[in-house]
């Protein structure tokens, strides 16, 4: 049924973006005020661009090591839910 291919892609993408918002909000209380400052400048800056997620990502290690160990924390979960 293409429907549930659909609807499984749709829920993919939301907790794709759950766990990007996760990654963001604990960068964020990771930083200083000021640091905090100048990391949501440099989302607001680059977001609309093509290569947002990298370019943040290099600007900012810390990110994506929380990015990639969240990630890997859904798929265990998800692994375990499937099994």
Do not use: H
């Not at 659909?6 to 200083?32: K, Y």
């Not at 905090?36 to 093509?50: H, L, P, R, S, V």
Request: with cysteine; proline share 2%.
């Amino acid at each position: 049924d293409d429907s549930e291919g659909s609807e499984q892609q749709v829920f993919l993408e939301e907790m794709g973006t759950l766990v990007f918002q996760s990654a963001l909000m604990q960068q964020m209380t990771d930083l200083s005020p000021e640091e905090a400052k100048d990391f949501e400048g440099f989302i607001n800056q680059n977001i609309g661009t093509d290569s947002f997620l990298e370019a943040l990502c290099a600007e900012y290690p810390s990110f994506e090591k929380l990015l990639l160990e969240q990630m890997a924390e859904l798929r265990g979960e998800i692994k375990e839910i499937i099994k």
